[in-house]
């Protein structure tokens, strides 16, 4: 298969399993969002939609969220982990929104990655969840399963993003980086993966990938 036909397959193969793709994270709109992406880093979606309702119970607005002290803020949020750098992001990002853009998310790519604690993969998140614009954000889940499939070298999350980009459709990017999340985790997690049920990897897999599971778990 060319690479072209392996994505294809891809695209296909996902939008049989996943013709319907909900946002993972509990949200409300565009600024309840961005705080929810930024607190996912590190940590799973799960345990973030555990914590954003303790969150936006006091504060879903900008204006909300800087009456609360960093401690406040850190004290609610701690069970995402990297508690200090994300509770001084939100609140200085709070500030920042309502200094420069009156209390309303940028929608911009450049304007969110100069936001504290917004990195690249959170502001492609926002951008495409939240305002529909298209982008491929490349977390490890995506990254990891773009080499099995062979459709990057996989040196690097900004290499996979720009393969990514490369070899899908436009229009379908905003679905697509959902519905790779949803297969990851259903059928090519990290631990535990059984190849025999990953059809993707199966079927268009990298040569190497196959027989080194081969070699720890048997023929397929």
């Not at 690479?3 to 565009?30: C, G, R, S």
């Not at 502001?123 to 529909?132: C, E, K, N, P, T």
């Not at 059928?187 to 070699?215: F, Q």
Request: hydrophobic share 40%; aromatic share 8%.
């Amino acid at each position: 298969m060319t690479k072209a036909e392996k994505a294809q397959f891809v695209i296909d193969t996902l939008e049989d399993l996943y013709p319907e793709t909900p946002v993972p994270l509990d949200h409300t709109d565009v600024y309840t969002l961005l705080i929810a992406v930024l607190l996912s880093a590190q940590c799973t979606d799960e345990r973030v939609n555990k914590v954003t309702p303790s969150l936006f119970q006091v504060a879903r607005t900008p204006q909300e969220m800087i009456k609360l002290s960093r401690e406040e803020i850190a004290d609610i949020i701690r069970p995402c982990g990297l508690t200090p750098m994300k509770s001084k992001g939100i609140y200085e990002l709070s500030h920042i929104l309502l200094d420069k853009y009156d209390g309303e998310v940028p929608q911009s790519m450049e304007a969110l990655e100069a936001l504290p604690a917004v990195g690249h993969k959170t502001a492609s998140v926002v951008m495409s969840q939240g305002f529909g614009v298209p982008a491929f954000p490349v977390d490890t889940h995506i990254h990891r399963l773009m080499y099995r499939w062979g459709l990057t070298t996989g040196k690097n999350v900004v290499q996979t993003e720009k393969d990514a980009k490369r070899l899908f459709p436009e229009e379908k990017w905003n679905k697509l980086h959902l519905q790779i999340i949803f297969y990851g985790r259903q059928y090519c997690p990290a631990r535990g993966w059984d190849l025999r049920k990953d059809i993707i990897t199966k079927t268009i897999g990298r040569k190497s990938v196959i027989s080194e599971w081969e070699k720890a778990n048997g023929p397929l």
